[in-house]
């Protein structure tokens, strides 16, 4: 499945808390929705951040990627 | 490459070009020419043939000249240590030296998931430390090869710049598995806690350590980072002062609970070894305490070779955990 466009409002939703739901054993990818959870940046910075994360691991988040527009 | 080889092979490789990890004791380390090379001190380590003790002019080498392209090498103090992911290639890591106690190690603990680009170029290494003979007595130290210094607060740095068609790919291997009972919750980001949250009620952590028995330090808080376990391992506990002084930092918003005993370290590791996928594993180290409380000299476990640590890197400081990092 290919990374929606940075535009995609899945990316707010995630930055708005919706990425604490993703499941992954993905070690990275579990730092980073602690962080999220615990970041006190702005949504549109943490939404880059996300989008950021997910185009440089894509080929080893496929499940996660998956998942990215229905949580 | 990643074996425990002479001082004068280590040399001959350094002098060679390759580019070299090296760990080992700060007499043999001292001996090195400069080169491509970054190291820290330790004099304990995890072979093939079971952990061991080096007490001669033996370092441990990690040939890291074929993984990639090395874009640099560098040493950061506190204040710079921002620069450690950051100046990582764009498809790359940064393998990250600090020795222990120094206020390098507590601010990267502390800091190291708010530095820029630390989940899109991950940093993995180790913390150095000395034979617990010397504690007290000899600090650890960091080497940076390339203009041949040393290092007792700064963090030595290589960035690594992968081929486009690889990723780093960084695991651990954590033994402990929490209790299922208590939940504790710590208000600040810290190596020494005062008072907690259990179950909800304020209370000092000393006294439920020692009401628990847990005094030991055998048994770490295991802290849930989305799915993930991560440790903090207790490293002494003042009953009459009323702190808990640990080996990683507690963070607020993070559900800790105390780990369920161990028993048998080295069958564990090497069930979990062999659970693993370990393809294109390149480079690893595992915790002092794990060596210890698991009575891990002299025996096997498994898997990656690798250094035995004053704490793991892998995006952040870690305890009483094996990093294992991968090309795939």
Redo the contacts between chains.
């Keep these: 499945m290919p990374i929606p466009t940075p535009d995609h409002p899945c990316w707010h939703k995630l930055a708005s808390g919706a990425l604490?739901k993703?499941?992954?054993?993905h070690?990275?990818?579990?730092?980073?929705?602690?962080?999220m959870?615990?970041?006190k940046d702005p949504v549109p910075v943490k939404a880059q951040?996300i989008h950021?994360?997910f185009a440089?691991?894509e080929?080893?988040l496929g499940a996660e990627l998956k998942q990215l527009t229905a949580l | 490459m990643n074996q425990l080889i002479s001082l004068q092979a280590a040399a001959d490789l350094i002098l060679a070009g390759r580019f070299l990890a090296v760990a080992g004791p700060e007499a043999v380390l001292d001996q090195l020419p400069a080169g491509r090379w970054i190291g820290g001190t330790i004099p304990y380590f995890m072979t093939e043939a079971g952990g061991t003790v080096v007490q001669d002019e033996r370092v441990f080498v990690t040939d890291l000249t074929d993984v990639g392209t090395l874009a640099g090498i560098g040493s950061f103090g506190p204040d710079e240590l921002a620069q450690v992911s950051g100046g990582a290639p764009d498809n790359g890591f940064a393998l990250v030296i600090i020795p222990a106690g120094g206020e390098t190690h507590r601010r990267f603990a502390a800091e190291a998931a708010a530095f820029p680009d630390a989940f899109v170029k991950p940093a993995v290494g180790w913390i150095s430390g000395v034979h617990l003979s010397d504690l007290g007595r000899v600090t650890p130290k960091v080497y940076d090869g390339s203009s041949r210094t040393k290092h007792e607060d700064r963090a030595v740095v290589a960035h690594i710049g992968l081929p486009a068609d690889k990723l780093v790919q960084v695991d651990i291997v954590n033994l402990f598995q929490p209790e299922d009972g208590d939940v504790l919750r710590f208000t600040e980001a810290s190596f020494e806690v005062g008072e907690c949250e259990v179950n909800g009620q304020k209370r000092r952590l000393s006294d439920y350590v020692v009401e628990r028995g847990l005094e030991h330090g055998r048994q770490p808080l295991v802290g849930d980072f989305a799915g993930a376990r991560i440790n903090a391992s207790l490293q002494s506990v003042n009953a009459q002062g009323g702190t808990v002084t640990l080996y990683a930092p507690v963070f607020p918003g993070v559900e800790y609970r105390f780990a369920q005993p161990q028993s048998d370290y080295a069958a564990s590791f090497q069930a979990e070894t062999a659970r693993q996928d370990q393809s294109g594993a390149i480079w690893s180290c595992n915790c002092i305490l794990n060596f210890l409380f698991g009575e891990l000299e002299g025996k096997r476990i498994g898997g990656m070779s690798g250094p035995i640590t004053f704490g793991e890197i892998g995006y952040q400081l870690l305890n009483q955990t094996q990093v294992i990092v991968r090309l795939v």
Excluded at chain 1, 27 to 35: A, E, S
Aim: aromatic share 12%; net charge positive.
């Design positions: 604490a993703l499941r992954t054993e070690l990275g990818t579990q730092f980073l929705i602690k962080n959870e615990r970041s951040a950021a994360y440089k691991w080929r080893l």
